[in-house]
Nanobody, 125 residues
């Protein structure tokens, strides 16, 4: 059974930093595409960042490029999202997701077959 658990969300101020974590179980972590998405109230879930596998191709949404960084710790089956210079518009529930090994498209909700429960990030102005 594939399972993802996010953590690290919270309430921060504009300009602050925050790191989210996501632990994957039930699937080969280092070779599985992993992604971060977010969903603000009343809006659709949107792509944030993802990679095709450990050391593979990385993509970022335009809105977060240069501020957010995705990384992995293979020994801990954990993916991180380092978020710097946070803005109020970054406020959302953040979800991590896992796709099948070998899946090469990584920026669409439909690319992923397992999701975490989400963690709330709130950025106050």
């Amino acid at each position: 059974q594939v399972h993802l658990v996010e953590s690290g969300g919270g309430l921060v101020q504009t300009g602050d930093s925050l790191t989210l974590s996501c632990v994957l179980s039930g699937r080969p972590f280092s070779s599985s595409p992993m992604g971060w998405f977010r969903q603000a109230p009343g809006k659709e879930r949107e792509f944030v960042a993802a990679d095709t596998r450990s050391g593979g191709r990385i993509r970022y949404a335009t809105a977060v490029k240069g501020r957010f960084t995705i990384s992995r710790d293979n020994a801990k089956n954990t993916m991180f999202l380092q978020m710097n210079r946070l803005k109020p518009e970054d406020t959302a529930v953040y979800f991590c997701a896992s796709a099948r090994v070998g899946w090469e498209t990584i920026s669409n909700v439909q690319d992923y077959d397992y999701w975490g429960q989400g963690t709330q990030v709130t950025v106050s102005s």
